[in-house]
């Protein structure tokens, strides 16, 4: 029998785009390991994500809701993996790496804060040189969890927000694939909460999108695969405008609201005098960054109260 990771490989040339980034061309790992008989070298840094401490956390990090009560919000895991699929899919219909892809995917909010973007903002502003959930997400899977990922997947983590722009394509799809998802999701998970009517979406974007969550992924979708040519990844001018115009409207409506902010004043507290005991201990500023960003939610909120709030005395 043939070595399956060799028949694997042997697939990808036959099969995917030119275009597309072959598991055997990798620029490899910063520490040599044996090439693994049954996977190619993507399918395993997906593996390694997802076996991860800090993946299996994301479950119990916010996405935007803090502590919401109902179980239906999504959570920064199911974001990450409605992210992974939209990538997928984006990424199959142009024959590009799936692979490649989907580890990206699965790994490009690793180092995210608890609370959310109010989380981030919180550490931004506390540490002298900010705070960037990108670059965190690539010091968790370097540092903190040792993943020795390979060069292509760890590019796409520290790319996918921010101004540098990944260096493969199937690195470009994680990038709007993000955007997509968390636009549609959250204006989803708005109107579950009561901050946001349906008709108070712009009659522009509902018409041009469409009126339900899979329909405006697929329109999004549609119009990423249709207009991406020769490795370069893009939406057409009018969707990408459109949908950024989409992102602006949730920011004024949703993300800053009245309820969003006053969540933030409180997620800022509970940062800002943990970073602050941190670093009272005698800890570094990255240490203290590494502890604070890798708490889920829940364990930031009791060890806050462990910390800061008085006790009952039994008598």
């Known amino acids: 029998m043939e070595n399956p990771r060799i028949l694997s490989e042997k697939i990808e040339e036959q099969t995917l ?3 597309a980034t072959l598991s055997k061309n990798t620029k490899g790992r910063a520490e040599f390991v044996p090439l693994c008989n049954l996977r190619t070298e993507f399918q395993r840094d997906r593996d390694r994500i997802i076996h991860s401490k800090s993946f299996r956390r994301l479950k119990h990090k916010t996405q935007v809701f803090l502590a919401p009560e109902g179980d239906h919000y999504r959570t920064r895991l199911t974001h990450t993996l409605e992210v992974a699929q ?3 899919t984006a990424a199959r219909a142009l024959r590009l790496n799936e692979d490649l892809t989907e580890a990206i995917a699965l790994g490009h909010d690793m180092g995210h804060t608890p609370f959310g973007h109010s989380g981030e903002r919180a550490l931004h502003k506390l540490c002298e040189n900010g705070f960037r959930h990108n670059e965190q997400s690539l010091r968790t899977v370097d540092i903190i969890d040792k993943l020795n ?3 292509e997947v760890r590019d796409g983590i520290l790319c996918h927000t921010g101004d540098k722009k990944p260096s493969t394509p199937e690195g470009k799809i ?3 694939a993000d955007k997509i998802a968390y636009i549609n999701h959250d204006i989803d998970d708005a109107i579950r909460a009561g901050i946001l009517k349906y008709e108070a979406v712009p009659k ?3 018409d041009l999108f469409g009126k339900s969550q899979s329909a405006r992924i697929n329109t999004m979708l549609t119009s ?3 207009n991406s040519f020769n490795g370069e990844i893009r939406m057409a001018e009018d969707m990408f405008s459109a949908m ?3 992102r602006r409207f949730m920011f004024e409506n949703v993300y800053f609201n009245e309820t969003a902010l006053e969540n933030e004043k409180k997620a800022f507290m509970i940062i800002k005098n943990l970073y602050e005991r941190y670093r009272a201990e005698g ?3 990255q240490e203290s960054i590494d502890y604070i960003a890798g708490m889920t939610d829940r364990y930031a909120i009791s060890t806050f109260e462990k910390f800061f709030v008085p006790k009952s005395w039994h008598i």
């Open 283 to 285: 800890k570094t500023e």
């Open 17 to 19: 785009s030119e275009y």
């Open 86 to 88: 939209i990538a997928r």
């Open 204 to 206: 522009e974007y509902a």
């Open 244 to 246: 950024m115009g989409l």
């Open 149 to 151: 990922l390979t060069a």
């Open 224 to 226: 990423l695969v249709e």
């Open 174 to 176: 994680v990038c709007l």
